[in-house]
């Protein structure tokens, strides 16, 4: 059974940083990928970024692109999200998530669907 937990969320002003974590557990990311999607209120989820070993890409949302910067530390078992020059708009509350056990989210596309286990998610505030 697959674990994920997210940490990091926090209320920050437009242009700061904040990094998010993901630890995880019961998945190798060598057969799995594993992703930030956000949802923020009244919208649907949306995909941040997604690491997918097997498949050999890293990708990210054109909303997001060349401000986040996703990594991982494989001896702590956990994934980051790097959020620079954040803005209002992306406030939400961010998900750790992976496509364990059926493995239908290697493409990294960024459909919610493709996912199966998901954290509980933290929440991210951008505002003045």
């Known amino acids: 059974q697959a674990q994920l937990v997210e940490s990091g969320g926090d209320s920050v002003q437009p242009g700061e940083s904040l990094t998010l974590s993901c630890r995880y557990s019961g998945f190798t990311l060598q057969y799995y990928a594993i992703a930030w999607f956000r949802q923020a209120p009244g919208k649907e989820r949306e995909g941040v970024s997604c690491?997918?070993?097997?498949?050999?890409?890293?990708k990210y949302a054109d909303s997001v692109k060349g401000r986040f910067t996703m990594s991982r530390d494989d001896a702590k078992n956990t994934v980051y999200l790097q959020m620079n020059s954040l803005k209002p708009e992306d406030t939400a509350v961010y998900y750790c998530v992976s496509d364990f056990p059926l493995g239908y989210g290697s493409s990294c596309e960024g459909k919610s669907y493709e996912y199966d286990s998901w954290g509980q998610g933290t929440q991210v505030t951008v505002s003045s």
């Open positions: 690491i997918s070993l097997h498949r050999g890409w890293t």
